[in-house]
């Protein structure tokens, strides 16, 4: 982040006037004629300045991930989630002395570009893959993304829960694929935009966010991808026979409704509703601790004791938001 100090210049009556730097008049293209700012005043008494009409400059940037003999494929693809995070337009991945790409890099490749949003292969030799972003970053609000990754979260946690309790194995095969896949590509997608706003704050304009809300909408998608984990790790385990099939099915709609009231709050800013998502975290633990569980019952029992705490985590997290914008406010409503 650049700091400058520049003096105030009164300029006669009540008006003053301040200077702005020429180097970030030219980068956000306000050097042409009849150009306009918008100043916003924020809760904190400071000002933040961006141009009237926002624009996103054309990504040009590219990177080479090279592969040679002791390269292996999670490391590869780990480069390449770190340059599409970084909103690169162009990844070429290529072996060093043009010896073919292994069949394992290459089925790995093409799996995580289907994971990737905006992204696909646009030239593939026996030595080389190059992928392009074809994505226009600023099209994607954040809100908009949570939104589509919680109804997918919730929707696997819903299948896996009925698999779990009714032994559907049509859930099963939803959890695992489609919805799976959509989920991490929505997390992936939300990361990269939060990456990008945290550089730029014209862009984290265009995508209806704060740069102070960065911190909270990451915490906020990392446990919407954790729901949507757990969902995932009940379908692999399969359908368990449990003992206590109506002691569970309470926990587990209890637990449902903390996540997805936790969530509302988040996206509504309601201190009930993110009031009723932490109170539901230590009704959900008594009636589990009043359970006896088998081994068949002990990954159901944990991961909906987790699932009541990524819930929890998400009301105190709306909570300390609600505080923080009423900071200077001497009544918080209770």
């Not at 696997?156 to 959890?175: C, H, N, P």
Request: glycine content about 2%.
């Amino acid at each position: 982040m650049k700091t400058t100090r520049r003096k105030l210049q009164f300029a006669g009556n009540s008006s003053y006037v301040l200077t702005l730097p020429k180097q970030w008049i030219t980068q956000v293209n306000l050097n042409v004629p009849k150009s306009e700012v918008i100043i916003e005043e924020l809760d904190d008494s400071s000002l933040r300045i961006f141009p009237a009409t926002l624009s996103t400059p054309e990504r040009t940037s590219q990177t080479l991930i090279q592969v040679d003999k002791n390269s292996k494929p999670e490391e590869i693809i780990r480069l390449i989630l770190a340059g599409y995070l970084a909103s690169k337009s162009q990844i070429t991945i290529q072996t060093i002395d043009e010896t073919p790409l292994p069949p394992d890099f290459v089925i790995q490749i093409n799996d995580i570009c289907d994971k990737l949003w905006g992204s696909e292969i646009i030239e593939e030799s026996i030595d080389k893959i190059i992928i392009h972003d074809a994505l226009n970053p600023a099209q994607m609000k954040i809100v908009e993304i949570v939104r589509k990754a919680w109804f997918t979260a919730k929707n696997m946690l819903g299948r896996a829960l009925i698999m779990m309790f009714e032994d559907y194995q049509e859930s099963s095969k939803l959890v695992i694929g489609k919805s799976e896949r959509t989920l991490d590509k929505l997390y992936y997608l939300a990361l990269r935009q939060l990456y990008h706003a945290a550089s730029s704050v014209v862009f984290a304009t265009e995508i209806g966010i704060y740069p102070s809300e960065i911190i909270d909408y990451h915490f906020l998608i990392k446990n919407i991808e954790r729901i949507g984990d757990h969902s995932e790790q009940l379908v692999k385990l399969g359908p368990k026979k449990i003992s206590n099939k109506k002691a569970f099915q309470t926990v587990a709609d209890l637990t449902k409704k903390a996540c997805e009231d936790a969530i509302i709050s988040f996206l509504q800013f309601d201190e009930n509703l993110a009031q009723d998502a932490i109170n539901q975290k230590t009704i959900i633990n008594k009636h589990l601790d009043k359970i006896e569980v088998t081994l068949d019952e002990f990954l159901l029992y944990k991961s909906l004791s987790r699932l009541a705490d990524y819930a929890s985590d998400i009301g105190e997290l709306v909570l300390n938001r609600i505080f923080t914008q009423n900071k200077n406010s001497k009544n918080v409503n209770l």
